[in-house]
Structures are given as C-alpha cells and as structure tokens.
C-alpha cells in the first residue's frame, strides 16, 4: 500500500502569502492613521459656534466690564460651552461618516496639541478676573484660542492653523485698542473669523 504523499509545499503557498498580505495592509492602514493629518474639523460646527459668538458680542461686549464682570464672565464662559459642545457633536458625526477614531491617529494629536493652550487661557481667566484685571480678558482670549487653534491645525487642512494666526493678530489688535473698541475685535474673531473659515472647510474639505 503506497505511504500517503506530504502536502505540497506549493499548496501552503497561497495561504501564506494571503496572511502575509492581509499583515501588510493593516500595517499601512496603521501607519496612515499615525502620519496623516486630522481633517474632521467640521465646517458646519465652526459656522455654529461663528454665530453663538457673534451673539455674545453682542449680549456682553467689553463696554460692561467695569459695570458688570460678573454678567460678562457668564455670557462668554456659556457661549464658550456652547460653541464647544456644538464643533465637537459635528466633527464627531463628520469622524464618525469618515470611519475614523477621535481617539487615537491624527485625532489624539490634534487634541494634545490643542488643549494645553485653552487650559492656559483657563488658568489666565481666573486670574484676571480674581485680581480685577478683567479688561485684559478679550485680547487674552483672542490670542489664546488661536494659539491653540494653530498649534491643532498643524495637525489639519491649512485653513485651519491659518484662523489660529488670525486670532493672534486680532488679539494683539484688541490689546492696543481702548476698551469701548473691543467688541468689534471679539465680534470679529469669534463670530466672523469662525463664519468665514467654516465656510470655507465645509466647501473645500468636506463639510
């Protein structure tokens, strides 16, 4: 009776090279994640959080400060939450149509670069308004948030560490400018630079 015959070597060959190749494409896939840049910023979430910050120009401009800091503090601390409640659901619905991971890849990076600048304006704002230096606050937040913008956007499409310099520059414009003129700069930032960008983003880079 003849011995049974070993397999051929040649039939373990597709097997393994379809493994082989399988390996190799999830290590690209994995590898684009880390390297690639992070382009869910939302259009439509910047345009919101445009027009919540054009209303707070207009319920608290800097003219009160003196008279009422506490009202100012109040609107600008809520629109803040607001706006940042509304770009975070719409660039996690733009992830999420993307099939991409806000926790990890160009995300995580953009998150780690963009935080510590806010928690640095954080940090100013109790200080300013414990040691009556609230005057300080518009030009402080200007160029705060767009550092933090514009240290995110390296990270992103280049419109978007481009709206973290122009709140720089709108910052400094606001610090030499007397306290009455201010809310044209914050009106101007938070409200027409955000209108302006999102519209742009959400033309040119998918919402």
Request: aromatic content about 8%.
């Amino acid at each position: 009776m003849p011995a049974p015959r070993e397999p051929a070597a040649h039939a373990m060959e597709p097997v393994a090279l379809h493994s082989r190749a399988e390996d190799n494409l999830r290590f690209i896939r994995e590898t684009m994640a880390h390297a690639g840049a992070f382009t869910n910023v939302s259009g439509a979430g910047t345009i919101g959080a445009g027009v919540v910050g054009l209303a707070a120009s207009l319920a608290a401009s800097p003219a009160i400060i003196g008279a009422h800091p506490r009202w100012f503090l109040a609107v600008w601390i809520a629109a803040a939450a607001i706006a940042g409640a509304i770009s975070a659901i719409a660039i996690a619905r733009k992830s999420r149509r993307a099939g991409q991971s806000l926790v990890a890849g160009p995300a995580r990076r953009f998150t780690l670069a963009f935080v510590p600048a806010l928690a640095a304006g954080a940090v100013l704002t109790v200080a300013f308004a414990a040691t009556g230096q609230a005057s300080l606050l518009p030009g402080t937040w200007l160029s705060v948030y767009g550092a933090a913008i514009a240290a995110g956007g390296a990270m992103s499409v280049r419109p978007v560490p481009v709206m973290g310099c122009a709140f720089i520059g709108l910052g400094a414009l606001c610090f030499a400018l007397p306290v009455q003129a201010q809310q044209f700069t914050l009106a101007a930032g938070f409200g027409g630079l955000h209108l302006a960008f999102g519209y742009h983003i959400m033309r040119h880079h998918g919402g």
